[in-house]
């Protein structure tokens, strides 16, 4: 949970009626909501205050549906409503049963072979056979990766009222189930079901109701059919302190009699048609995607299997160098080309041929016969094809931009009983698909990761529209190679006109776009340091200053070095490390006597390290073009906080011995560094020749710089690395060994760029913070009160 949710959260626990206005008065209009016994003014005034922003994040919410032989004829009116451009809901599933998916499919594609670049995407997963449709649902909410979940029996949202419908797909951000149907007794006499003019705690909900995708994921229901609902809530409110189950809304008005209210007793629900589940393995091991966690990679297999859904034969030769390295290292590919015939026959098929190129001999399956004749559509074949083939596999690459409908409807086919490991979708632009080859590098674990992290945007910029422009431009020609990016701009309150005019003007399709505007001069620490906040350990802050320009490939670099540092083997993530820098460093700034060339190559070269084209570590944040890593900028908030209000130290306190940075004033970096320099701190740095970089600075001039000349200009530009698919020009792996290496054999380096080890930076720190504090004990992760020393006075 954020901690903005948590402290809220805390806040209102002691009034819980009117916590629980706060969650659902949002979305249904007012007349719906006015408790009868709280409706002063005053109240009211303040409930609005504080829903400001408490709607679930934009596309946070997963739609999941059973589908039954008696819905299945009723399908194209229950999807209807979630069918539309939407701004919560990012992807509907549709969970059937494994005898009914080829009739599902067909109404499916009949009915939306309509193209909407806006909305949801639509997926059709199978139920294990041993599950009903109940226990499907829950169990596919297990597995989304969304933060938000909304459940629905077979009817989804048909029988709702408008306001409901609303409130359900533009959910209020609660911590608990949230809808329109509950009870509070579980040994029900028949008015079990909650109804009545404003919103009630229960202890159980019945389907449709909207919640955090974390509560279906650790204790799952012991019965099946309906009883499986009583179940999840009896889980949830048993870990709630308040013993609460869910929220019902306010909307009915007559009292339903249901059959839920006499299963939902203690004893078991026996009827026979499913059988008794001991323990379902899938509420026991599977956390959500987002947690991926290192015992699960630890013990995994480091060879897997790879299928490949790809529409032509071309899209297949620009991917060979990425099948290539894998099967270079073990991994089996299976390669399917569906839209592209191998030559006109009487049957339709599909046959196994290879190609072979200059790196190695591929295999690959294509679609024989004739056209017209090849019915339906070779998306059909390739998911006929993708469910036929030997094991499972473990990681599913198609292109981003085909028919939701077709393949995306997902992969789920294919294991309808398989483990509950699931298969890892990537879905890559078929443009992207040249630029591919850094992905060979990546292992098993870190291909099981690919939808993990997700990397914000954020940039800053006051009154230089066109450096703001050169950046734009630079970002939109990104390659993000499927993945979706929100992007936020900060706009100075002292920015021109043209500068406001650019960003009104800006459009952004990879992602959510957020725009703000100061109303208050604030500077550019408070510029910076504000503009963005982790939303999850898996969020991570890109921070760009509109003189900033980026290299095509900046996004890869980040993707391909979180995946290898934060997301794979344990051995190569460390605590230590705090961000990425898309920069490279061609002048040191620290040293006390001023400003000092520098060359990582030459200084490895002369220190005999053994691969001095290595990337590597060095504790100075990089401000032209860095990602922050989501605990490490949460704690620096907190660090920047303490430190302005003098409570520890004086502000003009010298943190750091030595170093320049103790002169700047204003500067969020002058703190950051402190921060990083008591706790060893590191971030990566790219190390490709000729200084090659993916973001670099022009130096324009603005807050840091007065004055500007060609000399000082040409002291920090660098190149970009250039998109292209040749060997001959420097990409991404020009890597010692073609890859990122291990995390124990990046060098390191201190503030004033000299050779050093982790080991020292860290003690120098220890000792650092005992000169400082007077502390001796061990310094506890992320925890700055006790960095700072000051936790012990203030606790009893
Ligand atoms: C239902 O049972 C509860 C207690 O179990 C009781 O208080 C209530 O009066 C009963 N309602 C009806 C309609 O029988
Ligand atoms: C509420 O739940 C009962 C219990 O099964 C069901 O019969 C009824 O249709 C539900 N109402 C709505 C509006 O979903
Ligand atoms: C705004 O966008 C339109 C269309 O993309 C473009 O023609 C126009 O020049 C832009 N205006 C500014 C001020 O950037
Ligand atoms: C995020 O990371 C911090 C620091 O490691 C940890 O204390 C916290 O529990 C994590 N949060 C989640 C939701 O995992
Ligand atoms: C590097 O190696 C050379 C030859 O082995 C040696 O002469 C030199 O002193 C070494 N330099 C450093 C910095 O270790
Ligand atoms: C970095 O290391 C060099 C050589 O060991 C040392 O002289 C210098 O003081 C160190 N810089 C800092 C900021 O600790």
């Not at 709607?55 to 229950?78: F, R, V, W």
């Not at 002048?587 to 190559?601: K, Q, S, T, W």
Request: aromatic fraction near 8%.
């Amino acid at each position: 949970m954020q901690p903005r949710k948590l402290a809220w959260v805390s806040r209102c626990l002691p009034i819980p009626t009117f916590c629980l206005l706060l969650w659902v008065l949002y979305p249904t209009p007012r007349h719906a909501l006015k408790p009868a016994h709280t409706n002063t003014t005053s109240t009211a005034t303040q409930i609005d205050l504080q829903l400001q922003g408490s709607l679930i994040p934009p596309y946070s919410l997963t739609a999941i549906l059973p589908l039954t032989h008696k819905s299945i004829s009723t399908l194209e009116e229950t999807l209807a409503p979630f069918l539309k451009p939407s701004t919560h809901l990012r992807e509907i599933i549709i969970v059937c049963s494994q005898p009914i998916i080829a009739q599902a499919r067909t109404v499916l594609r009949n009915a939306f072979s309509v193209e909407c670049e806006q909305c949801p995407d639509l997926l059709l997963h199978t139920i294990p056979d041993r599950l009903d449709e109940h226990s499907g649902v829950v169990n596919a909410a297990s597995q989304v990766s969304t933060e938000y979940v909304l459940l629905m029996a077979e009817d989804g949202l048909l029988h709702e009222d408008e306001d409901t419908r609303n409130t359900l797909l533009h959910p209020p951000a609660t911590s608990v189930p949230i809808g329109p149907n509950g009870t509070n007794s579980a040994s029900a006499n028949g008015s079990c079901i909650v109804t009545s003019g404003s919103p009630k705690y229960v202890q159980y909900l019945y389907p449709p109701f909207v919640m955090p995708t974390l509560l279906a994921g650790k204790k799952g229901p012991r019965r099946s059919g309906i009883a499986v609902w009583a179940d999840l809530s009896e889980h949830i409110a048993g870990n709630h302190p308040d013993g609460i189950g869910g929220i019902v809304l306010s909307t009915r008005t007559s009292p339903i009699k249901s059959p839920w209210c006499s299963t939902s007793g203690p004893e078991i629900d026996n009827s026979a048609q499913y059988p008794f589940v001991q323990d379902p393995p899938f509420f026991n091991e599977i956390q959500s995607d987002t947690c991926s966690s290192s015992e699960e990679t630890a013990t995994s297999r480091d060879v897997g299997v790879f299928a490949l859904l790809l529409p032509t034969l071309e899209d297949f030769r620009a991917i060979l160098p990425v099948v290539c390295s894998l099967q270079r290292q073990g991994h089996r590919i299976e390669t399917f080309i569906y839209e592209e015939s191998s030559g006109l026959s009487d049957a339709a098929g599909w046959e196994t041929r290879s190609f072979t190129s200059k790196l190695c001999t591929a295999p690959y399956t294509i679609v024989f016969g004739n056209r017209k004749q090849r019915s339906p559509t070779g998306h059909i074949l390739a998911l006929e094809w993708l469910q036929g083939f030997g094991p499972q596999p473990d990681i599913v690459i198609y292109p981003r931009e085909d028919d939701k409908l077709t393949l995306n409807l997902d992969v789920e086919i294919s294991r309808a009983d398989g483990p509950l490991q699931t298969i890892v979708p990537v879905r890559i632009f078929r443009e992207d698909l040249p630029y591919s080859i850094w992905m060979g590098s990546l292992s098993l674990t870190e291909w099981r990761n690919w939808n993990v992290p997700r990397i914000d945007i954020t940039i800053i910029t006051k009154d230089r529209p066109h450096s703001l422009a050169r950046l734009l431009t630079s970002l939109s020609n990104g390659r993000f190679f499927g993945d979706s990016v929100d992007l936020r701009v900060h706009a100075e309150q002292s920015s021109d006109l043209a500068t406001m005019k650019t960003v009104e003007n800006l459009t952004w399709k990879h992602g959510s776009l957020f725009v703000h505007h100061r109303i208050v001069h604030g500077g550019l620490l408070p510029a910076v340091v504000e503009s963005w906040y982790p939303r999850s350990n898996d969020t991570y802050g890109l921070l760009l200053e509109d003189d900033v320009e980026l290299s095509p490939l900046f996004y890869a670099w980040a993707k391909m070095t979180l995946l290898r540092y934060r997301y794979g083997d344990p051995r190569n993530r460390s605590p230590l490390m705090f961000g990425i820098s898309l920069y490279q460093q061609k002048n040191i700034e620290l040293p006390p006597e001023g400003r000092r060339p520098f060359d990582a190559r030459k200084l490895f070269i002369n220190s005999n390290v053994s691969d001095p084209i290595t990337p590597y570590l060095s504790p100075i944040p990089c401000s032209w073009g860095a990602v922050y890593f989501p605990e490490h900028w949460r704690e620096f908030h907190i660090y920047l906080a303490l430190r302005l209000s003098e409570h520890s130290m004086k502000i003009n306190q010298v943190v750091v011995p030595g170093v320049r940075s103790n002169r700047w004033t204003k500067s969020w970096k002058k703190y950051f560094i402190e921060l990083v320099y008591l706790r060893g701190y590191v971030m990566l740095y790219p190390n490709y020749p000729d200084f090659i970089s993916l973001s670099t600075n022009h130096l324009e001039v603005g807050s840091h710089v007065k004055v500007r000349t060609k000399e000082k200009e040409e002291l920090f530009l660098v190149p970009l690395m250039e998109l292209s698919s040749s060997r001959n020009v420097v990409g991404l792996l020009d890597l010692p060994g073609s890859t990122l290496p291990p995390w124990d054999a990046l060098p390191v380096l201190n503030l004033t760029g000299c050779l050093t080890t982790l080991e020292t930076l860290a003690s120098q720190g220890r000792s650092r913070r005992t000169d400082l504090t007077g502390c001796t004990s061990e310094p506890q992760p992320h925890d700055v009160q006790d960095l700072m020393c000051i936790k012990q006075t203030s606790s009893p």
